[in-house]
């Protein structure tokens, strides 16, 4: 608005000759006009807002100020802006016809009509023919108050989040993950993240209920509290992990956190829309139903029945996005479109995009959907790719994952102040943030006691102590509350969401780095390979490759717990030659009847492939790409792929070295470089380094499935 | 569609146990929900022809198919899904409430209301309260039939090509100008550009008015011929250009086409919008205005205005357009925001949509804006980013580029079916292509004439015949058309737009290769120096520019017309060292009374160039960045950038040469390494090349001005 009064001044020269005479469908077209200079005010707003913390955040880079991250910083902006349009810039009138429905028109309050066309006559003239006007459902209406004209400030549509923005963010999770340490960890993290989330969400919405009932006239019901909790449990990757990978906190810390939020917003996502839709079923049932419970047989079915839905959405939102991913890498195998790396980079974005929203129009949930595309992409399409298409897709989705990050943070800044639907509540706020560190608390301990039973490498309590403190809540938990805000115990629920996401992005974000020195938690743990590495950047991948020590199928394979050897060796014999031109060939894996077929499905590129082990590290290595070795700077975000690079000369040969005692296996020696080994690496594997829990994983998890069988 | 009825299968299995019973907001649930799989169901249609066409263009480049291009092929796919979504799937069902303003309510026909809040009681139940729903303003409705249901299928709003789907086409067109020859012909582009889209403009409504006359049923008023005649001007350098690009026609043919054609864009809108305002007015003022002509006085004021109106959108777009670029190229350089590449792409992204959302805010017009400032980012912003940047931002702008112009074909086919504003005329679209066939040649021929009248290069008979050719209609015209489907004119407006894009995208543009071979125009001009290019690539520009043979600045100041030369030495002398790091110093340059300004505008960085005259090429060697050294296939739309590099060692010194013996300049050959100048190089400058047309510029065409002196 403030943009609006210094450009009406610029347009008003050439617009002033137009005023004057103002004939019969000129307010119509100024009408359109208008509301075409507010969308453009309203998106100038937020781009000026990402412009200010893009520079800010450089300039706190340059001043290596580390006490507020970017995504606080794009709030806090986001705050005093939305402050500014609230108080300081002159309201929109916006007019309204209010009518009632005639009892004769076959609508019902069920069914509202999905547009409504309105005639208008011209009063000053009886024979003019009437002017008809379309106007289009927008939603149900809780308060006619003339507050609803602020809506036209500054903000949009709740579908913009899901629809737009949160794709590239949770596709670009998935993509950039550290997949090596995230399977080595696997168990853990789908513990985690499936029962850690669910654990939370019930003892968040529990204490909430107790709570709720010392505050009467809020319209709470259980079923709310329940959602509360399930919108609330998705904890936010981006802070403190920014922080994490500028420091070089422990690869392993790092994957738990990284790991666990990431699957944890998908858990989250799918269990509030369970909640929602057994609420929903359940509330419409028993029309008068209030703070009491009801018939717990009833209850009971329901809540099996959700179960089951919150299951069939997870595995057929995975089946959709694993087999999309796996389409990709087919196309970009068997076509030469690599010749081509801007129809290459197109064809990835569009296929990637495509599962997000046929998951959306399958009525599964599209950001799981797109996460599982992104991993799929990752390791099997991204080794068809050519050099270019790998710098440019990881380039294009952090690019897009950078500016919808900021967007979101700086709207929840915004909306503060401009969004209407708010409701406060300070009580609710203060025992809903004690709520949630409970709810943390019952999720990190005691599944942490648990797998260290299981587990060779145990989870430190300084470990413990850190995830705890990683629970930061961001866009997806914001993005949850602010899709439905028709009640006021919606309403409250964004309210205090807003709150505890500003409260522990700025605060908790702040603290991260005393946080880590007060816990000893190890900090620039491979700078000095990283080093070694960024003076001799290698071109190809295939160099970087054939530098560190590249360890053999065999001791790969040996390193992981026995579902997950399964699904590995499945993965390395027949997926991996399948739908990548990777070795070995699908001609020496099958059996001698499939020969045709296996002869078909190996393209020449394939065969000619030198058979070294190495080829099969490309997948992991999704960081020896060109622009590594373009710029010696390293990009922030992706600090978690050149620990890749590492990885193998370290961790991978560590894990090895662990193991090799037990399966007597020497080949993982067979090529390496002793220079490459350095202290830290070897060090690292002996030392307070989480390893695999393999005994927990196959007793108590069964999780390694979903990856490989039920699709 | 069809999507939809796959995708209802599977999510049937997951939604059918909540069917069942039916509470009391169900329904309105479930509206929100059709609408949001229609809407994906929408999108992947087109995500789904993006992909069809993508893998198709790959495999027509694979097997050297060029009968059809890229646009042509979007476009056919497009039509055969319009079909299949029209006549073989579903309709949906959408209900209207139809109502009648009161006489006693306020609005009138020219101020409807914003929005429509609307009561529904529950009949079933009296004492229950009522429902509210609110419905917002689409726009005027014309024809109240059932065939508006059809809108739901596969359409979007039109506002969706101007805000997001042209800037991104507009922009890469200014950013990867290949400016050197651009500004070489800057006279003759301007000319055509300016006075040839009026001309053109003016003849088409002139003969089409003619025409309309024998088909007195059609609705046209003179100003809706002269909108025609605005909209259909604008050409499109897409198709046509791929297929230059591919053959590596002369460059100066390519320079004066899409020079051409670029700048046209620009001014059919504003022509377009002019038309539109002084339409409006004068429509307005004259309520039966039919098919005569009135009072002549009051259309010459009207005439005069929105000439005046005119002018000053353009100038005001400008004005914003290369402000924002140089505000840009600031805060590159006197920060050191290049340190971090993706910061520093994410500032240029946002930088340079602000500028289309300012113009826009300030309601002029944002293309035109977003041009220039794609120009200036070019010449200035591009010389300050990270050598990684540059890749980044040119791959970015190259995929949105090739992603909206395919989007925006894709719905040109699919609207033919889908669309239901569509009014087809048979003989006013034949007329209409009769019109401008000889529009464009009233636009080519004379000009040309006039032109030759001044150039020592004359523009060839072939050449004419080239640009007569390559007067596609495309993405601009389209967008254009639909903006605006209220009256029959402009129905019918749209879908002889249709017909016409169909037509010369597909036939003209198909029939490219066989047109230029016909016209004996040389095609494979630099192969050879390409190929030695190729064979040796140099992973940083300054070694490619050392490499070929730079030009002192004064040799390339002489190059240029007078005021051209004004305007090149004030940027080389003070913008370019203000705005970049480029040498000379502003202490050096500027009077020795602003020394302290100087000294304050000059970074460190700066100073520390070495001062070699290649410097200043590097900013129109957009080329030599990374992502050329990296892979050694061309991506084929922007063979006008590799050609720059051929550019400073061919034509560069060859124009050199040209104008040495004028001058007595020797500069130009002080660092030229023998071995670069080829053959073809030399040969270049003495025959068909068009260069400068001085004499011509500086007499008729007052054009650099804006470009410096009008800020």
Not at 359 to 384: D, K, S
């Amino acid at each position: 608005m403030l943009c609006l009064g210094i450009f009406s001044q610029i347009s008003l020269i050439f617009a002033e000759n137009m005023i004057s005479s103002e004939p019969i469908d000129e307010k119509v077209e100024d009408k359109v006009k208008k509301n075409h200079i507010i969308d453009s005010v309203n998106m100038l707003i937020f781009l000026f807002l990402l412009i200010l913390t893009t520079v800010t955040i450089w300039a706190f880079k340059y001043r290596r100020i580390r006490f507020l991250h970017e995504t606080g910083l794009a709030m806090i902006y986001g705050l005093v802006v939305g402050a500014i349009i609230r108080y300081a810039s002159p309201g929109i009138a916006r007019t309204h016809f209010v009518t009632t429905l005639p009892q004769y028109e076959n609508f019902t309050r069920n069914d509202p009509p999905d547009g409504i066309w309105l005639s208008i006559r011209d009063r000053s003239n009886q024979t003019s023919r009437n002017t008809t006007f379309e106007y289009s459902y927008v939603g149900q209406l809780y308060e006619e108050t003339e507050d609803k004209d602020l809506e036209a400030k500054a903000t949009f549509d709740p579908e913009v989040f899901f629809q737009v923005l949160l794709p590239p963010i949770i596709f670009h999770a998935g993509y950039s993950l550290k997949r090596r340490h995230f399977f080595r960890n696997l168990g853990s993290i789908f513990l985690y993240a499936f029962l850690g989330t669910t654990v939370s969400c019930f003892v968040v919405g529990s204490l909430m209920f107790a709570f709720v009932q010392m505050m009467p006239y809020l319209p709470f019901s259980f079923n709310d509290c329940l959602f509360f909790g399930a919108i609330i449990s998705a904890t936010d990757p981006v802070t403190i992990l920014a922080v994490f990978s500028d420091l070089k906190v422990d690869v392993d810390v790092y994957a738990l956190i990284f790991g666990e939020s990431v699957l944890n917003d998908a858990v989250a996502i799918v269990l509030a829309g369970s909640v929602e839709k057994f609420m929903m079923r359940h509330d419409g049932a028993i029309e008068t139903y209030s703070n009491t419970g009801s018939g717990p047989g009833f209850e009971v079915t329901a809540f099996f029945k959700s179960v089951g839905n919150f299951l069939g959405i997870f595995c057929g939102a995975f089946a959709i996005g694993s087999s999309m991913g796996c389409i990709t890498a087919l196309l970009t195998k068997f076509t030469k479109i690599k010749e081509y790396p801007l129809l290459e980079t197109a064809l990835f974005f569009l296929m990637s995009y495509s599962t997000f929203l046929m998951a959306e129009a399958a009525e599964l949930t599209g950001i799981v959907a797109v996460l599982f595309c992104g991993i799929t992409q990752a390791h099997y399409t991204y080794n068809n790719l050519s050099v270019e298409s790998r710098g440019r897709t990881k380039q294009l989705f952090e690019l897009l994952n950078f500016l919808s990050e900021n967007f979101i943070f700086s709207y929840i800044g915004v909306s503060v102040f401009t969004f209407s639907n708010h409701h406060w509540e300070v009580g609710f706020i203060m025992l809903a943030i004690v709520a949630i560190v409970i709810g943390r608390a019952m999720n990190v301990y005691p599944l942490s006691f648990l797998l260290n039973l299981g587990r060779k490498q145990k989870i430190t309590y300084a470990y413990q102590h850190m995830m705890m403190f990683a629970g930061l809540r961001g866009a997806i938990a914001y993005a949850l509350a602010i899709r439905n805000t028709a009640s006021v115990a919606r309403q409250t629920m964004l309210s205090t969401t807003v709150i505890i996401v500003l409260f522990t992005v700025i605060v908790l974000g702040g603290c991260t780095t005393p946080m880590l020195s007060w816990l000893k938690i190890r900090v620039g743990v491979e700078d000095e390979q990283e080093m070694h590495h960024f003076t001799a950047p290698s071109p190809s991948s295939p160099h970087v490759a054939s530098h560190v020590a590249p360890l053999s199928h065999e001791a790969r394979a040996q390193e992981k717990a026995r579902l997950v050897r399964v699904w590995y060796n499945f993965d390395y014999k027949f997926l991996k030659p399948l739908l990548t031109n990777s070795r070995p060939l699908l001609t020496e894996t099958l059996p001698t009847f499939c020969m045709p077929l296996a002869r078909l499905l190996t393209t020449d590129e394939q065969a000619n492939t030198p058979l070294d082990e190495d080829k099969d590290d490309d997948s992991e290595l999704i960081v020896a790409d060109s622009y590594y070795s373009i710029s010696g700077h390293q990009s922030f975000q992706n600090a978690d792929d050149e620990e890749l690079i590492l990885d193998d000369g370290s961790h991978g040969v560590a894990a090895a070295a662990v193991h090799s005692s037990e399966v007597n296996n020497s080949a993982s020696s067979d090529a390496r470089p002793p220079d490459r080994v350095q202290a830290p690496a070897a060090d690292d594997a002996f030392t307070g380094d989480l390893g695999l829990g393999d005994h927990v994983m196959q007793a108590r998890v069964r999780l390694p499935g979903p990856l490989g069988d039920s699709v």
